[in-house]
């Protein structure tokens, strides 16, 4: 492997920028400590060339949000038939999409919270108030909203209170057009990485989450000490068994491929409910996929280095 070029794609213009480059730096370290050599570029307009000129043996998309895991970027090097770790373009499509991830794991048989799906001009063509009193009834209280593409839980707000409703669909509707209203399920929030070895696809053990202020939002993700993390996560056997399952199911059913983080809430009676699957998981030091690695017994340069030689053997497939 040391004799192959590897070219990190991190950056881009995302609102998830920062972490991006964030992820692409720790996952660049760890790859030249496993003995690779290893190129970092911002995906922006320089892309095309560098792909032309320079051409590396393989890529890594480090990218969040965006064309980093809508398929764009999967699908411009799909076009110049360069290998690379992650899912497929049309992969990340679905699970990009919130409404259309949840919609195929809830037909592949499993539980995900009740949720709408609603574009701005709903709102304004039937009445913002009448809707937010409809969605109300529906859901009931609390729920969740969070723009139905995206990433990093930017623009997701809890509301506890229907006052607080015309206030957070603003801020949900900064991030995007649509809104997808989710009914909030009390319970363990876990994250369940899964990575595809020669056996196939293999669960990590559950990371749980638990925020210091009660919501996983982009601060609590993104900053030291306002969150703990406990992995494995403290669930019990039957519990631990139907996150792996769920998350190898939703990684199974979107298509997607090496490696994916799906992330859900276990409630009080047990029952395990998707919430979304991240095609390109974030590598920072407080993100959750190097925690999992960890608690395997492995590390981010070895699982990657694999992964990168999975993929170059593949090509462009």
Not at 1 to 14: Q, Y
Request: charged share 20%.
């Amino acid at each position: 492997m040391a004799e192959r070029t590897v070219a990190v794609l991190a950056g881009g213009l995302s609102h998830e920028r920062d972490v991006s480059l964030r992820s692409g730096r720790r996952l660049s370290v760890a790859l030249r400590d496993a003995g690779l050599t290893v190129q970092e570029w911002d995906t922006d307009a320089s892309l095309i060339g560098r792909l032309r000129e320079q051409r590396p043996d393989a890529a890594v998309v480090a990218l969040h949000g965006g064309e980093g895991e809508n398929g764009s970027v999967q699908t411009v090097l799909e076009m110049f038939g360069i290998p690379f770790v992650g899912t497929h373009s049309q992969g990340c499509r679905r699970a990009w999409d919130k409404p259309i991830a949840k919609a195929l794991v809830s037909g592949a048989g499993f539980a995900t919270p009740d949720w709408f799906v609603l574009p701005h001009s709903t709102f304004r063509e039937l009445g913002a108030q009448s809707v937010l009193d409809a969605m109300v009834e529906r859901l009931g209280l609390p729920l969740i909203l969070k723009p139905d593409q995206g990433g990093s839980a930017l623009g997701a707000q809890v509301v506890r209170d229907a006052a607080e409703l015309p206030t957070a669909m603003v801020g949900c509707f900064a991030y995007g057009d649509t809104v997808l209203a989710e009914r909030f399920i009390d319970g363990t929030e876990v994250a369940v990485t899964v990575v595809e070895g020669a056996d196939g696809p293999e669960a990590l053990p559950a990371v749980e989450i638990v925020p210091e202020n009660g919501v996983y939002d982009y601060t609590s993700r993104y900053t030291a000490g306002l969150t703990d993390f406990f992995t494995p996560a403290r669930l019990d056997a039957d519990a631990e068994k139907a996150v792996g399952e769920l998350a190898i199911g939703a990684h199974r059913t979107l298509g997607l491929r090496d490696i994916s983080r799906t992330d859900a809430i276990v409630a009080a009676d047990g029952t395990v409910h998707f919430l979304e699957v991240n095609s390109s998981p974030g590598l920072t030091e407080t993100s959750t996929v190097p925690m999992a690695l960890e608690a395997a017994g492995t590390s981010l340069g070895k699982v990657f280095d694999e992964l990168i030689g999975r993929a170059a053997g593949r090509g462009t497939a």
